[in-house]
């Protein structure tokens, strides 16, 4: 090809089509169509309509595609500003007159593997010929065409494929979308993890995903019209076995009613490449377990499906196939990706050992693949609850969540502390000599990269309280498990769930959002009794709104206790994970590795919801504030969290219904004096800090605002807001909104996104949950 510039016009080329007056012309992206358009009727000083030799222009993805009659060997094309003359080259579809073709692209795959692609496709479908543009920019040896040529034909001719038709084309100028990088570059892999991580790679014109489609026709015209059956593939993709077809993929193509059909593909990997070996199809015995849109190509028969039917990359313009006429075709993302092996393609925790690639790859490619580990459930847990948490300086609060947690059935607790000063750590001590909990110190260092609670959880795996728990979950002293069903207790949900999906072993609470109920003071009473005002159930903003907690059964399905979720699932068992949100309804697979919040899909709060008391009154928010965030501990809980945090928009007193076996297990647990003494020395201390806070100026006006009109108001309005207003904080609400008498149900407000603000996830959990 030898593209040609011709009064601001790319012309890619010019065909004529047999021996008669008949040719096609193709402009690149960026040709002007309104300079082949047909004048506006009575313009006198319009150019003439088509000239004479033009029968048609049609735009196509950008570009243009002229066709026209005329037996100059040069025909001269006439525009709206000039004119221009053509050099039509004859068509060749004598090449391919009868044969099964692909149409392909290579970026910058070997001849090697070129070849072995041929090779399959010509034992196992039938293929008969190739049309291969070789997009590869031209600036390295390896990469120039006549090079490539000449390595692909001695290839060929080792595996005995001489009695293929293979033609390739260089384009002569980058067919690329512009502004994009090369799609073999790792940043471009669709599920490569820790993309937010790279450096975004240059513009690469020679390998950015196609954007002169327009050379598709190009190739119809020139070579492909004749054809029996053609495909659309890149050198990289497999069309799959057609196990026990009696017709091959071009048959089908033939058959079908339309001439048409559709090429689904999906991307494969290796599990793991051989060290100083390069990647090959054999390799590629892995597919991702969820479910991904595929990649959209198609199979045609020129002559049965009409030629005026345009070819672009994901369909035959005017010829949908039917539901029932698509073959699959897998896409090798090791050989694609420039010099990449799969770790760094695809999330590990995301890839199961596909059965039919395996065969596949043994069978077909006589090859021994590396193949992933087995995994196995852990036989045999107990049926015991353990909760694994992390406190500081949350004395006063301790034994209302331990009464209520051991009322409703958990046996076991594991907490982790640091750096606290009102008594924690001697109560927390004091009830492990009892037995009532295990207490540790936290591992983790305030110089070091890994959060406190992340810290905790990495020692928690190794604790024979967790290794031999049946169910453990990761949750705060502010959360509280509120089973909605029966007596309230864990064996009931447990019941439920093992009911609705037998085997069930996971379930998500989604937080309910309690607020401090307009309670400014400190008591010492049961916050389930004190704060009974909350977020309504549909309450997607703020993003923390809606986050969850997950009980799992303890079956080493996920190698690893999250904040939020297990996680490192081992890819093999996804199969096994059998999870539940909080009304009883079946997770989607979406979920099955990332993810730490529900949304209209997975939220659920009938069977069981997690009461999350994140703010408490206004004075023991001022000891929160002063103590600092589990995670997040270079960050200010102040009042954009408040304002976050503070839902007193409906009432929800479902809890209370345990009332009578929490206050069993409190008095229970405060007829040992020793108990009671250290929960009352705990007290004393929180009310001793609140007044040392309150007494100094900066605390006493943060008090004041926080108790204040306005923010009690904003506190039942949050459903009006957009995400921004609370990136932002309160101060960007408007007092004629967050103080007038009342706003109407669909009344919304919110500002333009700053440029530079983090989400403030409440658990930090949402920056590593992509598995590796």
């Keep these: 090809m030898n593209p040609i510039l011709l009064s601001g016009q790319v012309l890619l080329g010019a065909i004529r089509q047999g021996a008669g007056p008949h040719f096609r012309a193709f402009f690149a992206v960026g040709s002007d169509l309104a300079e082949f358009a047909p004048p506006a009727a009575g313009r006198e000083d319009a150019p003439t309509p088509y000239s004479g030799n033009i029968s048609e222009v049609r735009g196509v993805s950008g570009g243009i595609m002229l066709a026209g009659h005329d037996r100059a060997a040069s025909p001269q094309i006439q525009l709206a500003h000039g004119s221009i003359t053509l050099d039509p080259i004859a068509d060749e579809h004598s090449l391919f007159a009868g044969l099964n073709v692909i149409l392909a692209f290579r970026l910058h795959e070997s001849a090697n593997v070129v070849a072995d692609w041929l090779a399959y496709h010509a034992q196992h479908h039938g293929l008969q010929a190739a049309l291969i543009f070789d997009r590869a920019a031209p600036r390295s040896t390896k990469d120039k065409t006549a090079g490539f040529t000449d390595m692909l034909g001695a290839a060929m001719s080792v595996r005995g494929l001489s009695h293929l038709r293979v033609v390739v084309l260089n384009p002569g100028i980058p067919l690329g979308k512009a502004g994009s990088p090369a799609e073999n570059h790792i940043w471009t892999a669709p599920d490569a993890p820790n993309k937010d991580r790279m450096i975004p790679p240059p513009d690469d014109p020679w390998r950015a995903p196609l954007g002169e489609e327009l050379i598709l026709e190009l190739a119809k015209w020139w070579f492909l019209a004749d054809a029996r059956a053609v495909l659309l593939l890149d050198v990289t993709d497999l069309v799959a076995p057609m196990a026990a077809a009696k017709v091959s993929v071009f048959d089908l193509c033939v058959q079908a009613p339309k001439g048409v059909i559709a090429l689904h593909g999906k991307n494969i990997y290796p599990w793991r490449l051989r060290d100083d070996h390069a990647p090959q199809f054999g390799d590629h015995i892995c597919s991702q377990f969820e479910v991904k849109p595929p990649i959209l190509r198609w199979g045609v028969a020129p002559a049965v499906a009409g030629f005026e039917k345009t070819w672009r990359m994901a369909r035959v313009s005017y010829s949908k196939p039917q539901a029932d006429q698509s073959v699959a075709f897998w896409r090798a993302m090791a050989i694609r990706i420039d010099g990449q092996g799969n770790p760094a393609l695809a999330a590990k925790a995301s890839l199961t050992e596909d059965p039919e690639l395996l065969r596949a790859s043994t069978a077909l490619f006589g090859y021994k693949p590396v193949r992933m580990p087995v995994a196995a459930i852990k036989s045999g847990p107990s049926n015991r609850t353990c909760i694994v948490t992390t406190m500081k300086n949350e004395g006063p609060f301790i034994l209302e969540w331990l009464a209520y947690h051991r009322a409703i059935g958990v046996e076991d607790v594991l ?293 204040g009109m306005r ?27 967050a103080l007038a008498p009342d706003l109407p149900p669909d009344f919304f407000f919110t500002i333009k996104a700053p440029e530079d603000h983090a989400q403030d996830h409440d658990d930090a959990d949402a920056r590593d949950q992509a598995e590796t």
């Design 711 to 737: 923010m009690q108001t904003l506190s039942r309005r949050l459903k009006h807001f957009g995400t921004a207003v609370f990136a932002a904080g309160p101060s960007v609400v408007p007092d004629e909104i």
């Design 415 to 707: 907490v982790y502390t640091n750096d606290c000063t009102d008594g924690t750590d001697t109560l927390l001590s004091m009830l492990q000599d009892k037995g009532l909990l295990q207490h540790r110190a936290n591992p983790w260092k305030p110089d070091g990269t890994t959060k406190p609670q992340h810290a905790a959880l990495q020692a928690a795996e190794a604790e024979a309280i967790v290794q031999n728990a049946g169910w453990v979950i990761c949750m705060d002293v502010d959360e509280f498990i509120n089973v909605k069903l029966g007596d309230g207790k864990l064996a009931t949900l447990f019941a439920a769930m093992e009911a609705a999906l037998p085997g069930a072993n996971m379930i998500s609470m989604t937080w309910r959002l309690f607020g401090n109920s307009d309670v400014h003071h400190y008591t010492d009473t049961f916050l389930t009794q004190q704060f009974a005002l909350c977020a309504q159930e549909v309450v997607r903003k703020p993003h923390q709104a809606w986050g969850f907690k997950t009980l799992f059964r303890n079956l080493d399905i996920y190698k690893k206790i999250g904040v939020h979720r297990p996680k490192g699932l081992a890819p093999s068992l996804h199969d096994k994970v059998k999870w539940l949100n909080g009304s009883g309804r079946a997770m989607p697979d979406k979920m099955l590795r990332n993810g730490w919040r529900s949304s209209l899909d997975t939220y659920g709060y009938d069977w069981v919801q997690l009461n999350h008391y994140a703010v408490r009154s206004v004075e023991s928010f001022l000891v929160k504030r002063d103590r600092g965030r589990v995670n997040h501990t270079e960050r200010d809980q102040g009042l954009a969290y408040w304002f976050r945090m503070n839902h007193n928009a409906v009432e929800d007193r479902s809890i209370q219904a345990r009332h009578a076996l929490l206050q069993a297990e409190w008095d229970r647990l405060m007829r040992d004096p020793d108990i009671r003494a250290a929960h009352d020395h705990s007290v004393a201390r929180h009310r001793a800090k609140i007044a040392e806070l309150r007494a100094t100026p900066a605390h006493g006006d943060f008090y004041d605002e926080l108790k």
